[in-house]
Every structure is written in C-alpha cells, then in structure tokens.
C-alpha cells in the first residue's frame, strides 16, 4: 500500500506562486510514474502534469505549460509542483497520484490540497 500526503495549499494573488510537496511512503519510490491533478466545484478532475520514474520525463497541458514545473526527489520519496504566475482558474483541489511503473492507471491518491488564487 503507498500511502501519498500533499502539502502547501493555501490562498494567493493572481500572479504570485506556490509550491506543492507530496511525500510518498513506497519503499520503492523510483518503481513509481508520479502525477499532480487538479479538481475545480464543478468540473472533472483533470491531469496538470506527470513525471516519470527517472524525472527525465514530464508533461503538461496547455493551460500550465510554461507555469508549473513538476520534480521529483526519489532519495526524499516525494514529488514537487511549482506554480508560478497563478490565475484564478487555477484554483481548485490539487491531488497527488501514483502509478506503478507498467500499470495502466493511476491506483495510488493523496487526500488533496487546497490551491485559492485571488483575483
């Protein structure tokens, strides 16, 4: 069982930045693709980036390219997002997930963390 704990949420102004951290308790982090996704009131969730094992590899959508950059520490077990020049349609509840490396959806979520951007 991998347990995931996202952590600094909180409120800011349009155009400032937050960074996310989830800590995983995988024995065998670096086993793990690693994924942020986001959940606005009333809308699905939606992917905003992905990892892979290595962190070599990352992708984005179009509505944070260039804004957030996703990380990963596999010696600390845990997984950064870094949200620059915010806007308040990036707020919503941003989740953690993980994935074992060959699996075919992401079986492993955090409980979720608040991001408020103010207008």
């Known amino acids: 069982q991998v347990q995931l704990v996202e952590s600094g949420g909180g409120l800011v102004q349009a155009g400032g930045s937050l960074r996310l951290s989830c800590a995983s308790s995988?024995?065998?982090?670096?086993?793990?693709?690693m994924a942020w996704f986001r959940q606005a009131p009333g809308k699905d969730r939606e992917s905003v980036s992905t990892?892979?094992?290595?962190?070599?590899?990352?992708t984005y959508p179009d509505s944070v390219k260039g804004r957030f950059t996703i990380s990963r520490d596999n010696a600390k077990k845990t997984v950064y997002l870094q949200m620059n020049s915010l806007k308040p349609e990036d707020t919503a509840v941003y989740y953690c997930a993980a994935r074992r490396v060959g699996g075919n959806s992401w079986g492993y979520w955090g409980q979720g963390t608040q991001v408020t951007v103010s207008s």
């Open positions: 990892i892979n094992t290595s962190g070599g590899v990352t």
């Open positions: 995988a024995r065998t982090f670096n086993w793990y693709d």
